[in-house]
C-alpha cells in the first residue's frame, strides 16, 4: 500500500489503532511492515504499540491530548494532579496527564508527553463526567472524586491541616461537600479520615474568607 493510499483512508481519524488494519486491502504482515516503516521516516508517530497518529504536515486537527489519554488505556478517566490542575484546585502547572484505571498501573511516555495511569479496584471506578475537548469529548473525574483519587494513591496522606496548607488547595468553594462525602464512604478508613479533615479545612478556610471580606 502507497502512503497515500493509507493517509485517505485515516485523514479524518484523530488516532490509529493496528486493530484495524484488518479491514484494509493488505496482509496484515504487510501493512505492519509499511508503517513500521512510515514510523523510522516519521510519516506516523507511535503513541504506545499498535497507537499512532500522523505527523503535523499530514495530521488535519489540533491533537485532543486529554481524548488520547482515555484511548490510550480503556477504561480511564483524568485524575489526581491533571484533575486538579484542570479545576484550578491546585496553583502549579500539571504537565503529565494522570489517570486512574482498572487495569494495570502503567506510563507511556511519547511526542505528546508523559500518561500516567494508577490502578484501582472497580468498585472506587466511578465520579467521573464527559466534558469537551475541541471536537473531541473525554472523561474526567468530577472535582470531589478527584481530591479523593489523590488522598487514596497518595499513601502518604494521612489528612491534616499542614498537608493541605503544603498542597496549596485553592477555590475549594467548588467542592460539594454532600457529594464529597458519599464518594468518601467507598474508600477504606485512612482515605475517610483524611476526607472528613478536608471539609472541616474547607469550612475553616471558608469562614476565614468570609471575615476577611
Given at each position: ?76 478517566y483524568l485524575s489526581l494532579e491533571y484533575a486538579l490542575g484542570y479545576y484550578d484546585l491546585i496553583p502549579e502547572g500539571v504537565t503529565v496527564f494522570s489517570s486512574v484505571t482498572t487495569k494495570k498501573t502503567q506510563t507511556f511516555s511519547n511526542i505528546l508527553g508523559k ?99
Open positions: 500500500m502507497k502512503f497515500e493510499t493509507f493517509l485517505q483512508k485515516y485523514n479524518n481519524s484523530a488516532v490509529i489503532d493496528s486493530s484495524s488494519f484488518t479491514l484494509l486491502d493488505e496482509k496484515l504482515p504487510d501493512i505492519r511492515r509499511q508503517v513500521s516503516g512510515w514510523v523510522k521516516k516519521g510519516y506516523l508517530l507511535q503513541l504506545r504499540k499498535g497507537v499512532y497518529i500522523f505527523n503535523n504536515t499530514f495530521r488535519k486537527e489540533m491533537l485532543p491530548d486529554r481524548f488520547i489519554a482515555n484511548y490510550l488505556v480503556s477504561p480511564s500518561f500516567d495511569y494508577q490502578s484501582v479496584k472497580e468498585s472506587l471506578f466511578f465520579g467521573y463526567t464527559k466534558a469537551a475537548s475541541v471536537s473531541h469529548e473525554f472523561f474526567i473525574a468530577l472535582p470531589e472524586k478527584a481530591v479523593l483519587d489523590f488522598f487514596y494513591l497518595r499513601e502518604d496522606i494521612k489528612g491534616s491541616p499542614g498537608e493541605f496548607e503544603a498542597f496549596r488547595f485553592q477555590n475549594l468553594e467548588i467542592i460539594k461537600l454532600k457529594r464529597f462525602h458519599e464518594f468518601s464512604q467507598a474508600f477504606p478508613r485512612r482515605v475517610k479520615k483524611a476526607a472528613r479533615e478536608f471539609m472541616e479545612f474547607i469550612r475553616q478556610e471558608s469562614r476565614a474568607y468570609t471575615t476577611i471580606r
